[in-house]
């Protein structure tokens, strides 16, 4: 069993079973649980030929060791990386945590790209989206400039980057793009909430649909005579500020 993950409540399984079933090689459902939800479940995982064992609700707490598993817990094999936003935004919701994402709108250079990566592991972020037909993949110079975070950071390549934010949008991330611009500052958005980060592509910046999906459009401070910062420094400065917003907010500060 210790080479097993423990998956554990209805979203981090369901997840599971939309995405990897045959990944799963145990399934626990707590005895006592007959309700209307529980019911689905098993069906759905009847459905991926799996037959769920009831136990007792004591097993399932030994099993999660304190997560709170809501009389659902699977042991599965371990993936790398998630596969879909849903999948990183449900285990989210299941800890508690609230999103912080990268949206990189048509990245095509693998040194940023891998300097991104590199420093969303960094800052914490939780998936790094890009579209599919505007953006550069992981191949090997992008896994070596991101010196590992590759293999730690999911890198979400979606078919319709605008209608994937709309999607974002609908689970209340509030999605923050930087435009030059802008009125306001970076410092000056509330960077504690659920949110995505939207940077444009090198020399480009945001394709016009992917401006007008964002919530809010801010910039960041230049003092020099520098015009703009290349997407991957900018994406460390944005991203820093969560993180000192969040750190400020977790030690009481203000």
């Given at each position: ?10 979203h981090a399984v369901v997840a599971r079973l939309r995405h990897a079933p045959d990944s799963i090689k ?225 030690a009481g500060g203000k």
């Amino acid at each position: 069993m210790s080479s097993l993950q423990v998956l554990a409540g209805f979203h981090a399984v369901v997840a599971r079973l939309r995405h990897a079933p045959d990944s799963i090689k145990e399934l626990y459902v707590e005895a006592s649980r007959r309700d209307k939800r529980m019911q689905g479940f098993i069906q759905q995982a009847q459905a991926a030929n799996l037959r769920p064992r009831p136990v007792p609700a004591e097993r399932l707490d030994g099993l999660a060791r304190g997560t709170r598993h809501q009389g659902v817990v699977a042991l599965a094999e371990s993936r790398s990386l998630a596969v879909d936003v849903d999948e990183v935004l449900d285990t989210l919701e299941d800890k508690g945590h609230a999103p912080l994402l990268l949206i990189l709108d048509g990245v095509t250079d693998p040194h940023n790209l891998g300097a991104c990566l590199r420093t969303a592991d960094a800052a914490g972020v939780h998936a790094v989206i890009a579209p599919r037909d505007r953006a550069v993949g992981l191949n090997q110079t992008v896994q070596r400039v991101a010196c590992g975070a590759a293999e730690t950071v999911p890198y979400i390549m979606v078919t319709n980057l605008a209608r994937t934010m709309r999607d974002l949008k609908e689970r209340d991330v509030w999605l923050v793009g930087t435009d030059d611009e802008a009125t306001e500052g970076i410092h000056q958005t509330d960077a504690r909430r659920a949110m995505a980060w939207v940077m444009g592509a090198e020399g480009e910046g945001m394709r016009r649909l992917t401006r007008e999906t964002c919530d809010e459009l801010v910039h960041i401070p230049m003092l020099g005579s520098v015009e703009s910062l290349n997407v991957s420094v900018a994406s460390a400065v944005c991203l820093y500020e969560t993180v000192r917003q969040r750190q400020a907010f977790s030690a009481g500060g203000k």
